[in-house]
DNA sequence: AAATCGTGGGC
DNA sequence: TGCCCAAGATT
């Protein structure tokens, strides 16, 4: 267990959170009174997907899909469409998943507990909390990769994030303000902190409401030690000619034979193999006379 | 538990 | 240009 620092446990969240105050961006699913539902849409589009992208699409889903009910109802090969070039697009059938659970399990409304949250299809632990705190207004500490890399240089006086472990939670703990309200925007607050100005490659130290309480500046920023995260291949990997795949099939207003599907990849092995597991992720459907085309 | 799963903008 | 990175989840 890590016991709280006295030079960070009382000023820093405090600081944070006025420093918040000034320097948020004015994002829409932040805007208040908006629902768990649209938390949720946001959080989930977030995965991974940066937040000017992000922008338009939730915009154009929230108006399409107000409600979860609306999305349960909604045949998966249009919410993937709707997704868009958004990536990973397991998610959009994830999402259409989660929202039939809500309807379902949850008489149409986005649970507030984190476990039942956490039950929902492609709600891991950080979504979780995410919509706990910022769509139903819960204290909860919420880690994602920006809180991270905020504890670790600001905390533990390293250059970049560890990965996750369980103690984050009671790292981010430590440092939040007592009062409720205050701690709900905290973890915001972390995020944004992190997303603006403790950023990844180039953070911009001066503009820091806490570089005085910083351990990693006060450690004279030292190089992160370790071997360097290897960072993920894209060219010419199965995850593009699925993206390619999916594409055309985006694209296509009625079902394609295979031929239609040559043009997105030279390699008709590695052609072949994507399409299969497109196939097996639910993200194509094969029609009974041997077309292809995203699910009805 | 390491690998897999899209996409595009910034430097 | 090519590499790095972006509010993770799942298996």
Known sequence: MTSPSPRLSGPAGEVIVDWYATAARDLPWRTP???PWAVLVSEVMLQQTP???VEPVWRAWMDRWPT???LAATPPGEVIRAWGKLGYPRR??????????VTERHG???PDDVAALQALPGVGTYTARAVACFGHG?????????????VARLVHGRAEAAPARASDLADISALAPRDDARAVRFS???MELGALVCVARTPRCGACPVR?????RLAGYPAHEGPARRVQTFTGTDRQVRGRLLDVLRAAEQPVDAAALEPAWDDAAQRARCLDSLLTDGLVEQTSDGLFTLPT
């Open 33 to 35: 009174g908006v629902d």
């Open 51 to 53: 937040v000017a992208r």
């Open 68 to 70: 979860p009910a609306a």
């Open 92 to 101: 959009a059938l994830r999402l259409r998943e989660a929202a039939i659970a």
């Open 108 to 110: 149409g409304a986005v």
């Open 138 to 150: 819960q204290r909860q500490p919420v880690v994602d990769t920006n809180v991270r890399r905020v």
């Open 188 to 190: 915001v607050a972390v």
């Open 212 to 216: 005085d309480l910083c351990a990693w």
